[in-house]
């Protein structure tokens, strides 16, 4: 056998060890960003695309790191469970909690969070407060898992007649259902998602704000602390930074 048809040999025998093991060589990185239809944060269309300032976010900061997010529809609650578990591996849209940061690391803050009231029109009163709800006669909806802030939290815990306002409701079942449904007449939500939705959705025609406003605080992007090693989560902290401090986040 000739030099030449040997080296020729050598080079093909690498070539198929090199397809064999293709598999378990990593060429980047693909995380499973848990999502849903949140408004303009993020918004999905007919084709099953996502956009949003949410999803431009994600997209920026894994782009940096040298990774691509695959976003999957899920519902909050849910979502929250996959992502402790290690099922998926980041959601956006996170208040940092004390329970919450013992299995997700976070990296933000992206914004300051505002939550608003929406009630259907036939609670004709204007809520301003929340003292004024523990002297109403109507039952609101309470999304489990939901944050709405520490003097929510607080009333909601030591008032029994504050508490006793609300029904928690299902996190995989639009809070919009239950208000059609009659069970409750309103809830609270995201600022700039009420807005959006008292606008665009048919389901909303008979919805309206009212005055009083939640400051919620910093909220993050979060991280399964099963899925995401340290190594990649202070590198996401570092593009956090860097994106940041170039004006793109």
């Known amino acids: 056998m000739s030099q030449s048809t040997k080296v020729k040999d050598y080079r093909l025998g690498l070539f198929f060890l090199f397809l064999i093991f293709l ?18 944060y993020t918004i999905i269309n007919d084709a099953g695309q996502w956009s949003g300032i949410d999803i431009d976010i994600f997209n920026l900061l894994l782009k940096e790191v040298g990774c691509e997010a695959e976003f999957i529809d899920v519902a909050f609650g849910k979502g929250l469970l996959l ?19 013992k299995t997700i ?16 029109v036939n609670v004709v009163e204007t809520i301003t407060n929340f003292e004024e709800i523990s002297q109403l006669p109507y039952l609101f909806g309470k999304r489990a898992g939901t ?9 909601y815990k030591t008032n029994k007649s504050f508490s006793s306002k609300f029904i928690t409701l ?13 069970r409750v007449v309103g809830f609270f939500d995201e600022s700039l998602f009420n807005q959006y939705l008292l606008k665009h959705s048919e389901s909303y025609k008979n ?32 593009a956090y930074h860097k994106l940041k401090q170039a004006g793109k986040l």
Do not use: W
């Not at 299902?170 to 009659?182: G, Q, T």
């Not at 009212?210 to 400051?215: E, G, M, N, R």
């Open 23 to 40: 598999p378990f060589f990593s060429f980047g990185c693909e995380l499973k960003v848990g999502v849903k239809f949140f408004p303009p």
């Open 83 to 101: 992502l402790k578990d290690g099922k998926i591996d980041a959601m956006a849209q996170l208040s940092k909690t004390i329970d919450r940061v």
């Open 105 to 120: 690391r976070f990296v933000g803050p992206i914004r300051l969070e505002s939550l608003s009231l929406v009630t259907t």
């Open 147 to 155: 944050y709405i802030g520490k003097e929510f939290h607080y009333l």
């Open 170 to 182: 299902e996190a995989n079942n639009p809070r919009i259902d239950m208000v059609l449904k009659n």
């Open 207 to 238: 919805m309206k704000l009212h005055p009083l406003q939640i400051d919620n605080g910093a909220v993050f992007l979060g991280f399964s602390k099963k899925a995401v090693s340290d190594e990649l989560h202070q590198k996401l902290t570092n």
